[in-house]
C-alpha cells in the first residue's frame, strides 16, 4: 500500500504474538526503547489459535511489572488487526507514537547497564 | 510440590538497598513448578531490579544463576567458584533452600525473594492448591485419599462442623468443605463403614509440634 508511519517504530517480526514472552518484553525496556506495543491477529482469528490471547495476558502481566518497577504501564499495549489491514497497522503506529511521545522518553534510557 | 509466591517488588528493593553486587539464584525444582522462582523468573526478576534501579539513577548488577536444587551440598557448592565476587545472594528457592545456601556460604547474607507457602499440587496450569501439612502421621487410609488436617480448616479428625455448607467451608465460600470431600469419596469407594470409626485424638509430636524434625537413614549413610 506504500504508506507511511513513523519512523521511530521498529519492527521484530514474530510468527505470532503468541511468541513474544515476558522477558523479551522486559529487556526491550532495559535495552532503552521508549515503549513497546505488539501487534497481532484480530481476537478469534489467530492463524495459531489461541497465541494473540496468550499474548493479551501477558502484555496485562507486563504492565503490572512496569507499573510496580515505575516505568508505568502506558509504555505497553496490545493491538489487533487482520494482516489485511495496513491502514490500521499505519494508524496503530501514529496513534502509539503520539501516546508515548506525551510520555516522554523512557527514564532508563542509557542507563541500564550490560544490555 | 512447595508452592511459594514471589514477595512484592518494593520488599525486595528494601532489602537490597545497602548492595550493588547481587547472585541471584533461582530453583529448578518447586519453584519452577509453580512459576515463581525458576530461570524464567529469575530473568524477569532480575529485569525488574535492573530497571527499578536503573530509574532511580542507581546502579545494580546481578548475576543470573539458576541451581538444580537448593537443598543438596553438590548443587549449592557449584557458587562456590564465583560467591565472593557478589555482595548478597538472593535466593528464589523455598525456605529450606534459601536457609541451606545461608548455612554453606556463612559470610555472605542470604535474602528470600519468596514467602514459602505449602505443599501442594497443580489444579491446572497456573492454579495451585494446598493438600499437605507434613504432620507425621498419616491417615490418608481411613479418610478415602483426603486428608482432613490439611484440607479442613479446622483440621477436624470425625466429620465437618456445622459451618459446613453445601459443601463449602464457612472459612471461605470458595473453599470445599473438606469433610464434604472425603465423605463423597468414602461413598464414591463404598467404605462409608470408615466414617463410623473414630478417629482418635491426633498425637501431634509427629508434626512441627513436636520440634524441628529430622529423619535419618543408618543404611544410607556413607
Known amino acids: 500500500m506504500r504508506l507511511n508511519y513513523p519512523t521511530n517504530v521498529k519492527i521484530v517480526k514474530v510468527p505470532c504474538t503468541g511468541r513474544v514472552d515476558i522477558l523479551l518484553i522486559l529487556r526491550a525496556f532495559e535495552s532503552g526503547v521508549d515503549g513497546v506495543y505488539l501487534a497481532g491477529c484480530l481476537e478469534g482469528e489467530c492463524h495459531f489459535l489461541r497465541g494473540n490471547l496468550r499474548a493479551k495476558k501477558r502484555v496485562q502481566y507486563v504492565k503490572g511489572l512496569l507499573d510496580e518497577v515505575g516505568l508505568g504501564s502506558g509504555r505497553l499495549e496490545m493491538y489487533n488487526m487482520s494482516s489485511a489491514q495496513g491502514q490500521r497497522f499505519a494508524e496503530v503506529a501514529r496513534e502509539m507514537t503520539e501516546k508515548i511521545r506525551a510520555l516522554g522518553p523512557s527514564p532508563v534510557k542509557n542507563r541500564v547497564r550490560g544490555v | ?222
Not at chain 2, 553486587?21 to 530461570?39: P, Q, S
Not at chain 2, 470445599?176 to 462409608?192: H, N, P, S, T
Request: charged share 30%; aromatic share 4%; with cysteine.
Open chain 2, 1 to 222: 510440590m512447595i508452592v511459594a509466591n514471589r514477595k512484592p517488588l518494593e520488599e525486595i528493593l528494601g532489602m537490597l538497598k545497602p548492595y550493588k553486587k547481587v547472585l541471584l539464584l533461582g530453583c529448578n525444582e518447586c519453584v519452577t513448578v509453580c512459576a515463581v522462582g525458576g530461570e524464567r523468573e529469575v530473568g524477569v526478576l532480575a529485569s525488574e531490579l535492573r530497571l527499578a534501579r536503573a530509574k532511580d539513577g542507581k546502579e545494580i548488577e546481578v548475576r543470573e544463576q539458576t541451581l538444580e536444587r537448593q537443598c543438596d551440598h553438590e548443587y549449592i557448592d557449584q557458587i562456590r567458584p564465583f560467591v565472593g565476587d557478589y555482595e548478597v545472594i538472593l535466593s528464589m528457592a523455598c525456605g529450606a533452600g534459601i536457609q541451606y545456601v545461608a548455612e554453606k556460604y556463612r559470610t555472605k547474607p542470604v535474602l528470600p525473594a519468596v514467602n514459602t507457602n505449602f505443599l501442594g499440587v497443580t489444579l491446572e496450569q497456573g492454579v495451585w492448591s494446598e493438600r499437605c501439612q507434613g504432620c507425621g502421621t498419616c491417615i490418608l487410609d481411613q479418610t478415602g485419599g483426603i486428608c482432613p488436617i490439611a484440607r479442613c480448616a479446622k483440621s477436624l479428625l470425625n466429620g465437618p462442623c456445622g459451618g459446613s455448607s453445601n459443601g463449602k467451608c464457612e472459612v471461605d465460600k470458595e473453599l470445599d468443605c473438606g469433610w464434604q470431600l472425603i465423605i463423597d469419596r468414602l461413598k464414591e469407594l463404598g467404605q462409608m463403614d470408615r466414617y463410623e470409626e473414630i478417629i482418635p485424638v491426633k498425637d501431634w509430636t509427629t508434626s512441627r509440634d513436636g520440634g524441628p524434625r529430622k529423619r535419618i537413614r543408618e543404611d544410607l549413610k556413607l
